[in-house]
């Protein structure tokens, strides 16, 4: 077994607890065992909800200052572990290393950037138009929220829900996938050396997910969910909530549209695709999904990506050198495979542009050429370094294309200036829109989606909110 850097047993009420059954965790690149970790019960997730409801009392009422203290610490021990976090990132995901690192420094920043919110949660108070009295509002921690995370980014899905809930004054249980639970148990026990007190924040690593998560949102003592993964499960787990009437906050799948339109700097547009298709190897819920290209830029910007994608060095993640890492399992390098398989019997030019390890779950970088819009690839969440290039003949025909899907997480607009980046971005129908870069995340900014890609904000200003309760004082003064 690889020697990895991290608790292997649940962390309930500030314990590490091991039970009797535990699972497997694989490094994708060439299947050997990382480690063994416990496989919690319904009860072992009864017990996490005790721990966070008993610890909710006190640390709701923690001074604001001392909660920010926390999540300051958590924040430096993250940036000055960053290589031992990155390395269990790449272990289990598969990710290349650059992007192992790269999601450590932004996880990082939501304990930075939170520390920062916890003294600013804003009141209000103002005079009723009528004036027969005042109207106070007040904004106040909900309680123990159940956090549920996916494997493509096992550290930053984890903070963006861990450090805006500790701000507000909640406490929580995270419940991380069964394919990368390592990094999550590093973050629980980084949390536990940062002064989180016992019962703050639970992890509860499990192969049940559904058992157990079932269990937790039906008892009465927990009182959010902040779900991040698939649309499909984000739809089960709603109704689930709905039964409860329990707030939800849903961080779901994405289709994401990349627009090149005529005028658009070809060699900018092709490093901010190579930033938006290939970072964590495609397997992003912002990841560009379906290119729609201007006619007369078709040729230049499929030749640029394909031969951007031939020069990418692939390997084990953990290996500094490698630009594209294995999937993280072979379940989903297959589900990528068989897309491209129906693609390829759509007529579609799917010849990779190189060849792929011949072990581990590797996936050789595609650009699909020849796309029409409405076939495989652009239905689909491809979740892979497969780019499809679909051709258009105006800036309304890419806008009416981008927009027809379920999904509207992001868009990506290559423009020939920013102003027309803008106009074109207002007519997107998703929550963020990236003009003539290919990245648009960041802990002070509002992410989240419009339509089946989720509810509610992580990060920025709104991040918070996710966890507080508004609480209106009427009181003539
Ligand atoms: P997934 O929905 O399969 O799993 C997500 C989490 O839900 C995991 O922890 C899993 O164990 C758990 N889960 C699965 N079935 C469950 C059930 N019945 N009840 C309770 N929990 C259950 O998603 P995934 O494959 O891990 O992640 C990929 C998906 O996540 C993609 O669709 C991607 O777009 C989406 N995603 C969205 C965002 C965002 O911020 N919008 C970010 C990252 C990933």
Redesign the pocket.
Same mark, same amino acid.
């Given at each position: 077994m690889t020697d990895i850097a991290t608790p292997t047993g649940l962390l309930i009420a500030g314990e590490w607890q091991s039970g009797p059954d535990r699972f497997e965790v694989h490094d994708p690149s060439d299947y050997s065992v990382l480690a063994e970790v416990a496989d919690a019960s319904v009860a072992d997730g009864l017990d996490a909800v005790t721990a966070a409801h008993d610890a909710f009392a006190e640390w709701s009422v923690t001074p604001p200052r001392q909660r920010a203290e926390v999540l300051r610490k958590a924040f430096e021990i993250m940036t000055a572990e960053a290589d031992t976090c990155a390395r269990l990132i790449a272990l289990e995901n598969g990710k290349a290393w650059r992007d192992a690192m790269g999601e450590t420094i932004y996880a990082a920043e939501f304990f930075r950037w939170f520390s920062e919110e916890a003294a600013r949660i804003e009141g209000g108070f103002r005079y009723a138009p009528a004036r027969d009295k005042t109207i106070i509002t007040d904004h106040r921690p909900m309680g123990v929220a159940y956090m549920?995370?996916?494997?493509?980014?096992p550290a930053a899905?984890a903070t963006?829900k861990i450090a805006p809930a500790l701000a507000a004054g909640c406490t929580c249980i995270l419940?991380?996938?069964?394919?990368t639970p390592l990094t999550a148990l590093w973050i629980g026990d980084v949390m536990q050396r940062a002064g989180a007190p016992a019962g703050v924040v639970n992890v509860v690593t499990?192969s049940h997910?559904?058992?157990? @998560? @079932?269990a937790i =949102?039906g008892d009465p003592r927990v009182a959010t969910l902040s779900?991040?993964?698939?649309?499909?499960?984000?739809k089960?787990?709603l109704k689930?909530t709905a039964e409860r009437v329990l707030p939800s906050s849903? #961080? =779901?799948?994405?289709n994401a549209p990349f627009l090149v339109l005529e005028g658009a700097d070809i060699d900018s547009a092709v490093a901010g695709a190579m930033i938006a298709k290939m970072r964590n190897g495609g @397997?992003?819920?912002?990841?560009a999904n379906r290119f729609y290209v201007h006619e007369s830029l078709v040729e230049p910007f499929s030749a640029g990506l394909q031969e951007a994608f031939a020069g990418l060095r692939m390997g084990p993640g953990v290996e500094p050198t490698t630009e594209l890492g294995a999937m993280?399992s072979d379940i #989903?390098r297959d589900k990528i495979l068989a897309l491209l398989d129906e693609a390829a019997g759509e007529g579609v030019d799917v010849t990779p542009a190189q060849q792929a390890p011949a072990t581990g779950a590797f996936v050789a970088p595609t650009v699909a050429r020849g796309v029409e819009h409405g076939s495989t690839l652009t239905r689909n #969440?491809i979740?892979g370094p497969v780019a499809p290039i679909v051709s258009v003949a105006n800036t309304e025909e890419a806008v009416r294309m981008a927009n027809d899907t379920e999904f509207g997480?992001i868009s990506y607009v290559y423009a020939a200036d920013p102003g027309t980046g803008v106009k074109v971005a207002r007519q997107m129908e998703s929550g963020m829109v990236a003009i003539n870069r290919g990245i648009a995340s960041d802990p002070a900014a509002p992410?989240?989606?419009m339509k089946e @890609?989720?509810l509610g904000r #992580?990060g920025g200003f709104a991040g918070i909110h996710e966890f507080l309760e508004t609480q209106y004082f009427a009181v003539d003064l």
């Open positions: 549920i995370t996916p494997w493509n980014f899905m963006r419940k991380p996938p069964r394919e499990t997910a559904g058992e157990v @998560s @079932s =949102l779900f991040t993964g698939s649309t499909w499960v984000g089960s787990l689930q849903m #961080e =779901l799948g994405g @397997s992003a819920c912002t990841a993280v #989903e #969440e979740f997480l992410f989240g989606g @890609s989720g #992580e």
